[in-house]
């Protein structure tokens, strides 16, 4: 079956440092990704995404770059801050569905 | 801005109860989930609405059944709870047309005891 799996459950970054966070999926026809951050006691809160005919798309402080000859996707925050920990994780719609796959997620912390 | 809310964000139940968990989304969404999260297992998906009326199983719908009798309002059924139900309620919707990306309520943290 489909999956999507993360490389680190766990990223320890200094505050101001570059943070990398990895995502693998497994269908290469999958056409669309997001990226969610979940902080402690809440609900997961949408980041950003991107569309399969893309390799590369910037928000504010984040860039999702995918490259679907390996079928990886990965989450780039800049200057990373105290407000940035939580955890993050990967969303691919399985195929012809709604429905998501999830990824088990990557704890980011931010060291002062 | 889109808003999932959920009935509760803590309930402490004993088992054998039936417990009722309610979602209610505003922007008038056709999807509706019902996903449970544990530690190391992420979110996994119990029950799925694509419409007033209509349910899909997900991955783990074993002790749950789901009701959506308004197309704001997608409640979750644990009929008899047990202590393996103990975990994180997450409610979502999403819309049918443009952009895909579920919403997510705030959650709600069931313990059975």
């Known amino acids: 079956g489909e999956s999507v799996g993360l490389h680190l459950p766990t990223l320890s970054v200094q505050e101001g440092d570059n943070s990398i966070i990895n995502c693998a999926y497994s269908?290469?026809?999958?056409?669309?990704f997001i990226w969610y951050k979940q902080e402690s006691g809440k609900g997961p809160q949408f980041i950003i995404d991107?569309?399969?005919?893309?390799d590369k798309r910037q928000g504010q402080r984040v860039t999702v770059l995918l490259n679907k000859t390996v079928k990886h996707l990965s989450l780039q925050i800049a200057a990373t801050q105290p407000g940035d920990s939580a955890v993050y994780f990967c969303?691919?719609?399985?195929?012809?569905?709604?429905?998501?796959?999830f990824g088990t997620g990557t704890r980011l912390k931010v060291l002062a | 801005d889109v808003k999932v809310t959920q009935s509760s964000r803590y309930l402490v139940k004993r088992t054998g109860e039936k417990v009722f968990l309610e979602c209610v989304q505003d922007?008038?969404?056709?999807?509706m989930f019902w996903y449970r999260q544990d530690p190391g297992l992420g979110l996994r998906l119990i029950y799925f609405?694509?419409?007033?009326?209509?349910?899909e199983k997900g991955d783990i719908p074993e002790g749950y059944s789901v009701s959506r009798e308004k197309k704001e309002r997608f409640s979750l059924i644990l009929e008899s709870a047990s202590t393996n139900q103990t975990s994180m309620y997450l409610c979502?919707?999403?819309?049918?047309?443009?952009?895909?990306?579920?919403?997510f309520g705030p959650g709600t943290r069931l313990t059975v005891t």
């Open positions: 979502a919707s999403s819309d049918q047309r443009g952009a895909r990306e579920q919403y």
């Open positions: 991107i569309r399969s005919n893309m």
């Open positions: 922007m008038d969404h056709e999807n």
């Open positions: 609405s694509y419409d007033v009326k209509m349910k």
């Open positions: 269908n290469s026809a999958s056409d669309y």
């Open positions: 969303a691919v719609p399985t195929s012809g569905t709604y429905k998501y796959i």
